[in-house]
């Protein structure tokens, strides 16, 4: 893997926070960590947010397509009188 150093500001007390519990040769690793987890949880909101509304897109269609079905059976089944 290749890495890049990125300069960013953090609040103070996370700065803090990180120099206090994680050894000085581990923080970069850390800190890669820590945002890669946080990437891959919004990547999978952001997937299942699209699949619900797909999925409401579908159950919607699918309710237009039985009340026409049913529409149609009872046009047909008023003919067939």
Same mark, same amino acid.
């Given at each position: 893997?290749?890495?890049?150093?990125?300069?960013?500001?953090?609040?103070?007390?996370?700065?803090?926070?990180?120099?206090?519990?994680?050894?000085?040769?581990?923080?970069?690793?850390?800190?890669?960590?820590?945002?890669?987890?946080?990437?891959?949880?919004?990547?999978?909101?952001?997937?299942?947010?699209?699949? *619900?509304?797909?999925?409401?897109?579908?159950?919607? *269609?699918?309710?237009?397509?039985?009340?026409?079905?049913?529409?149609?059976?009872?046009?047909?089944?008023?003919?067939?009188?």
């Amino acid at each position: 893997m290749s890495a890049v150093k990125v300069d960013f500001t953090i609040p103070r007390e996370l700065e803090e926070r990180l120099r206090r519990l994680v050894e000085a040769g581990q923080r970069s690793m850390f800190v890669a960590i820590a945002i890669r987890e946080k990437l891959e949880l919004l990547e999978r909101q952001r997937l299942e947010s699209e699949l *619900e509304k797909g999925y409401k897109e579908m159950a919607e *269609e699918h309710s237009r397509i039985v009340q026409v079905a049913h529409q149609d059976q009872s046009r047909v089944a008023l003919r067939g009188r």
